[in-house]
C-alpha cells in the first residue's frame, strides 16, 4: 500500500520521512518512544544495583563475577549486548573476554534491513579486544582502562570497572539502535553498575590469584612430603644397611689389634689403631642416622613434664662426664612445659653433653640453665664458661652429621641435628650463640602446659 506525504505529520515519524515500506510502521510502533515514570524508573534502578550487589557478593572466582555482570547489563534500558573483559596489568594485555549475543528485541543485519538513517550494527565484540591484545591501543576501550574514565556514544558505551588501583577490566557496551544513554541520571546508574562490577572483579582476581597460589603450595608441599619420605626409607636402609657389617669390621680390627706379636712394628700397631677408631666413629655417624629415622617417624606423646626433674635424670647419667671434675650447675627458675618426656630427655643430654664437652679445659667448669615464659611459651637457655663455638661453626653445628666441632666423647649420641628435629617437633626452635664474656649459650623454645589447645598438628 502507497500512501502520500502529508506535510503537516511529524517530521520525525515514518510518514514524515516519506518511508512507504509497511516493515517501518512496524518498527516505529516497536520502538517509538513512550511517556518515562521517572519514580518508578529510580526504584527500578536501585533494585537492580541491590540485586547485582546481592549476585555478587557470594562469587569467589572471575568467570562467575563477569557472567553475573554481564547478565545485568544486558537486562538495562535498551537491551545492550557486548563484552567483559578482564585485564592483565603485569603484562599490559587482554587477559580474558566474555560475550553476550544480541538481545532478542533489537533488530540485527540478519533480521532486518538497517534504515535509512541508522548506522551499520556494529559487531558484538569490538575490535581487537581479544584474548592477549595489547592494553597500549589508541581504541576507546584501551583509552578508558588507562584513564579510568567512561565514553557514553555511539554505537559504543565503555566503562571502566574499577579496582583499588589500576581497573581489574573493561565493559564495552554496544545498545539499540533507538537508544543512547545520553541523560545523566542514566549515566550515573550506568558508572554505579561498573563500580559494584568492578569491586567483584577485583576481589576475584585476588581470590583467583591465592587459589592458584594454594595450589602451588600445596602441590609443592606433597612433592616435599614425598621426597622426605623417600629420604627418610633411604636413611633407614642405609643405616641398617650399614651398621652390621661395621660392628663386624670394628670386631675383627680389635681382634687383630689383641693377636698383634711383640714383635710388630710401631707404624703396625699404629695403623691397626688408626683403623679401629675410624670404624668406631662410622659405627657412631651409622646410630646417629637410625636415630634420625626414628626421631622423625616416632609419634609424639605429649605430657606435662618437669624441667627440674628431666634435668636431675640428665645430670645423673652425665656422671661420666663430670667425675674428677669440680663443675657447679645454676638452674634459675625452671618450670613446666609441654612435650614428649622421652625425646626431651634425649635431647637435653645431647645439648648437656655438649656443653661439659666445651668446658674441659676450664679448671672451674659451670653449666647453667634457666628458663623464662614469654608470650605463651617457655624459653629455655643452657650456658657455660667454657671455650665457645666459634662463628662461622654455629649455623652447621645443627647440620645432619656435622663434625665442625670435634666431640670428645660418644655420651648423648643423638646428635646436634637430631636436637634441632626433635624441638621442631614440639613447635619451637633452638640456636647457639658466643656471648661476648665467652662460653656459649643454647637458647630454645617449648610450649608450656597452658597452651595445650594451642598446639600445633604433628
Given at each position: 500500500m502507497t500512501?502520500?506525504?502529508?506535510?503537516?505529520l511529524s517530521a520525525n515519524s515514518p510518514e514524515g520521512l516519506g518511508w512507504e515500506d509497511d516493515r517501518v510502521d512496524s518498527l516505529w510502533r516497536r520502538f517509538k518512544p513512550t511517556p518515562i515514570d521517572t519514580v518508578a524508573l529510580a526504584r527500578t534502578r536501585a533494585h537492580t544495583l541491590q540485586q547485582l550487589a546481592l549476585d555478587l557478593a557470594p562469587l569467589q572466582s572471575v568467570g562467575q563475577?563477569?557472567?553475573?555482570?554481564?547478565?545485568?547489563?544486558?537486562?538495562?534500558?535498551?537491551?545492550?549486548?557486548g563484552v567483559i573483559a578482564t585485564l592483565n596489568?603485569?603484562?599490559?594485555?587482554?587477559?580474558?573476554?566474555?560475550?553476550?549475543?544480541?538481545?532478542?528485541?533489537?533488530?540485527t543485519p540478519?533480521?532486518?534491513?538497517?534504515?535509512?538513517?541508522?548506522?551499520?550494527s556494529p559487531e558484538v565484540q569490538p575490535l581487537a579486544l581479544v584474548s592477549g591484545a595489547s592494553l597500549d591501543t589508541e581504541t576507546p576501550w584501551g583509552q578508558a582502562a588507562w584513564s579510568g574514565v567512561a565514553s557514553f556514544g555511539t554505537p559504543e558505551t565503555v566503562l571502566p570497572l574499577p579496582g583499588r588501583q589500576q581497573a581489574p577490566g573493561v565493559a564495552v557496551l554496544v545498545f539499540g539502535p533507538f537508544h543512547t544513554p545520553g541523560d545523566e541520571d542514566e549515566q550515573a546508574f550506568l558508572l554505579s553498575?561498573?563500580?559494584?562490577?568492578?569491586?567483584?572483579?577485583?576481589?576475584?582476581?585476588?581470590?583467583?590469584?591465592?587459589?592458584?597460589?594454594q595450589a602451588v603450595l600445596a602441590k609443592r608441599t606433597q612433592q616435599l612430603e614425598e621426597r622426605n619420605l623417600?629420604?627418610?626409607?633411604?636413611?633407614?636402609?642405609?643405616?641398617?644397611?650399614?651398621?652390621?657389617?661395621?660392628?663386624?669390621?670394628?670386631?675383627f680390627l680389635k681382634l687383630a689389634e689383641a693377636d698383634l706379636g711383640e714383635g710388630t712394628p710401631e707404624r703396625v700397631r699404629r695403623l691397626f689403631t688408626f683403623a679401629r677408631l675410624e670404624a668406631e666413629m662410622l659405627a657412631e655417624r651409622t646410630e646417629e642416622l637410625r636415630t634420625l629415622a626414628r626421631v622423625d617417624q616416632q609419634p609424639l606423646h605429649l605430657e606435662t613434664v618437669s624441667l627440674g626433674r628431666l634435668l636431675t635424670q640428665v645430670r645423673h647419667d652425665l656422671e661420666p662426664l663430670t667425675r674428677g671434675r669440680a663443675v657447679s650447675w645454676e638452674t634459675v627458675e625452671l618450670c613446666d612445659v609441654r612435650g614428649d618426656a622421652l625425646l626431651l630427655y634425649q635431647a637435653f643430654l645431647e645439648l648437656l653433653a655438649f656443653a661439659l664437652e666445651n668446658t674441659w679445659n676450664?679448671?672451674?667448669?659451670?653449666?647453667?640453665?634457666s628458663a623464662q615464659m614469654p608470650d605463651g611459651h617457655v624459653v629455655v637457655t643452657i650456658w657455660n664458661n667454657g671455650e665457645g663455638v666459634p662463628e662461622d661453626a654455629q649455623d652447621r653445628l645443627f647440620e645432619v652429621l656435622d663434625r665442625t666441632v670435634v666431640r670428645r666423647t660418644a655420651l648423648g649420641r643423638l646428635g646436634m641435628s637430631n636436637v634441632r628435629r626433635v624441638i621442631a617437633r614440639h613447635g619451637g626452635w633452638v640456636r647457639v650463640s658466643s656471648p661476648p664474656e665467652g662460653g656459649l649459650a643454647f637458647v630454645l623454645t617449648l610450649p608450656r602446659p597452658a597452651a595445650e589447645r594451642d598446639m600445633p598438628p604433628v
Open positions: 500512501r502520500s506525504p502529508d506535510p503537516h563475577t563477569a557472567e553475573a555482570l554481564l547478565r545485568t547489563l544486558t537486562t538495562l534500558d535498551g537491551r545492550p549486548h596489568w603485569k603484562d599490559r594485555v587482554v587477559d580474558q573476554v566474555w560475550s553476550s549475543a544480541p538481545a532478542d528485541s533489537a533488530p540478519a533480521q532486518a534491513a538497517p534504515l535509512p538513517s541508522e548506522p551499520p553498575v561498573a563500580g559494584l562490577g568492578g569491586q567483584a572483579l577485583d576481589r576475584a582476581v585476588i581470590l583467583d590469584a591465592q587459589q592458584a597460589a623417600e629420604l627418610h626409607g633411604f636413611t633407614r636402609a642405609l643405616a641398617e644397611n650399614l651398621g652390621d657389617p661395621l660392628e663386624r669390621i670394628h670386631g676450664h679448671p672451674e667448669p659451670c653449666i647453667g640453665v
